[in-house]
Nanobody, 117 residues
């Protein structure tokens, strides 16, 4: 069974930066689209950034454009999210999601990001 494990969350002041990582563990698998999602208390989970493996197509939600950068290491089935100029409204639990070939979507367990002074 394959799992995806996030790391890199924490408490940061407004304007600060964090880098999230999500790495696959377990069996060797082929992964297509990977992405980051977040869910704040009392709100629905929303897409933050996604990246295809074949053509590298990237999508960002409007509120993070110019501040967040998604990247991936296909050989390691790892996806990253560099978050700069963080705002209090970015506070949420951040999850990675990967589409694993012949398995479907797999979610990580989440990592908390808190932006506060």
């Amino acid at each position: 069974q394959v799992q995806f494990v996030e790391s890199g969350g924490g408490l940061v002041q407004p304007g600060g930066s964090l880098r999230l990582s999500c790495a696959a563990s377990g069996f060797t698998v082929r992964v297509d689209t990977m992405g980051w999602y977040r869910q704040a208390p009392g709100k629905e989970r929303e897409s933050v950034a996604t990246m295809d493996s074949d053509d590298g197509t990237i999508t960002y939600r409007d509120s993070v454009k110019g501040r967040f950068t998604i990247s991936r290491d296909n050989a390691k089935n790892t996806v990253y999210l560099q978050m700069n100029s963080l705002k209090p409204e970015d506070t949420a639990m951040y999850y990675c999601r990967a589409f694993v070939i012949n398995m479907g979507y797999v979610w990580g367990q989440g990592t908390q990001v808190t932006v506060s002074s």
